[in-house]
């Protein structure tokens, strides 16, 4: 194995990430801090003077992901910013189960005045609201009354667009979930990179612990026909119903940007540059690198 240059956010990202960093050096890949300074003067040194001959992969906040992509540093990042709208994997994806079916799509300025109209349509007292986009424009939440949201998510609100588009669906009862790092391309096509469970019944509950019947459903998805990255993130879980508990996709997200609770941070360094190191090998192969 050759080395990868593993750009990793520190300053912005709100997890621990001392376990990543001793995986990459333990299997001796290149570090390369990026800070918020980076980001404030728009000058990417770690990346921008690196060996061009390396390939790099790019871990960290949302933020700073796009301001690399901004800068024209988008290549090793992992996150497909359309793909990875709810509209788009769901609509891409018909023969995988979601946790919310049952579904709509409201532009912001709209979600107040309707919200009353599809509680009832749904006959349901609450409703689970998340952004369409991948972008994490604000938290996905239950809720009962949406003006009432709305007012408690003034910071984040106030400067969203009317027109951005927000994932409406009567609320379900969630048991366990999973977090899921999996590959759809080169040599991890198909195959569970790594995985955790991360919460039960709303609350925090880490265990490295995955049954059968989730590993099947995250293989599942990594061997649909479309998948918004080379390696991306399946979140599945338990759909509490009365008298039965089924095992669903909660969502997709990129594997550049999604924090890692208690998965082995040694199969992900493993397995993430084992396929970053295969596609520099053929982007310069067709001499693209």
């Given at each position: 194995?050759?080395?990868?240059?593993w750009?990793?956010?520190?300053?912005?990202?709100?997890?621990?990430?001392?376990?990543?960093?001793?995986?990459v050096?333990?299997?001796g890949?290149?570090?390369?801090?990026?800070?918020?300074?980076?980001?404030y003067?728009?000058?990417?040194?770690?990346?921008?003077?690196?060996?061009?001959?390396?390939?790099?992969?790019?871990?960290?906040?949302?933020?700073?992901?796009?301001?690399?992509?901004?800068l024209?540093?988008?290549?090793?990042?992992?996150?497909?910013?359309?793909?990875?709208?709810?509209?788009?994997y769901?609509?891409?994806?018909?023969g995988?189960p979601?946790?919310?079916?049952?579904?709509?799509?409201?532009?912001?300025?709209?979600?107040?005045?309707?919200?009353?109209?599809?509680?009832?349509?749904?006959?349901?007292?609450h409703?689970?609201?998340?952004?369409?986009?991948?972008?994490?424009?604000?938290?996905?939440?239950?809720?009962?009354?949406?003006?009432?949201?709305?007012?408690?998510?003034?910071?984040?609100l106030?400067?969203?667009p009317?027109?951005?588009?927000?994932?409406?669906?009567?609320?379900?009862?969630?048991?366990?979930?999973?977090?899921?790092?999996?590959?759809?391309?080169?040599?991890?096509?198909?195959?569970?990179?790594a995985?955790?469970?991360?919460?039960?019944?709303?609350h925090?509950?880490?265990?490295?612990?995955?049954?059968?019947?989730v590993?099947?459903?995250?293989r599942?998805?990594?061997?649909?026909?479309?998948t918004?990255?080379?390696?991306?993130?399946?979140?599945?879980a338990?759909?509490?119903?009365?008298?039965?508990?089924?095992?669903?996709?909660?969502e997709?997200?990129?594997?550049?940007?999604?924090?890692?609770?208690?998965?082995?941070?040694?199969?992900v360094?493993?397995?993430?540059?084992?396929?970053?190191?295969?596609?520099h090998?053929?982007?310069?192969?067709?001499?693209?690198?």
């Amino acid at each position: 194995m050759g080395k990868v240059l593993w750009a990793i956010d520190f300053d912005g990202f709100a997890e621990d990430l001392s376990g990543l960093r001793q995986s990459v050096e333990k299997h001796g890949h290149t570090l390369a801090p990026i800070t918020m300074e980076h980001y404030y003067k728009e000058r990417f040194t770690p990346i921008e003077n690196r060996d061009p001959d390396t390939p790099w992969v790019f871990y960290g906040s949302l933020q700073v992901a796009r301001k690399l992509s901004e800068l024209g540093h988008p290549e090793g990042i992992i996150n497909n910013f359309h793909g990875l709208c709810c509209s788009t994997y769901m609509s891409n994806m018909p023969g995988v189960p979601f946790v919310n079916p049952v579904h709509v799509f409201l532009p912001y300025a709209k979600l107040a005045t309707m919200s009353r109209e599809l509680m009832g349509y749904w006959d349901t007292d609450h409703l689970f609201i998340k952004p369409d986009s991948g972008e994490k424009l604000f938290g996905g939440q239950v809720v009962s009354d949406v003006y009432d949201f709305i007012q408690k998510e003034q910071a984040y609100l106030q400067d969203m667009p009317l027109e951005t588009m927000v994932f409406v669906a009567p609320a379900v009862n969630l048991g366990r979930e999973w977090r899921i790092i999996v590959g759809s391309g080169g040599v991890l096509a198909g195959e569970i990179v790594a995985g955790c469970q991360y919460k039960n019944k709303g609350h925090k509950s880490q265990s490295n612990d995955i049954p059968d019947d989730v590993r099947e459903m995250a293989r599942l998805v990594a061997r649909s026909p479309w998948t918004p990255d080379p390696i991306f993130v399946v979140d599945i879980a338990e759909v509490l119903y009365p008298e039965q508990t089924e095992i669903a996709v909660l969502e997709l997200n990129s594997f550049s940007c999604s924090g890692m609770y208690c998965i082995d941070t040694d199969a992900v360094v493993q397995g993430v540059s084992s396929l970053i190191e295969e596609r520099h090998r053929e982007s310069v192969a067709i001499g693209i690198a």
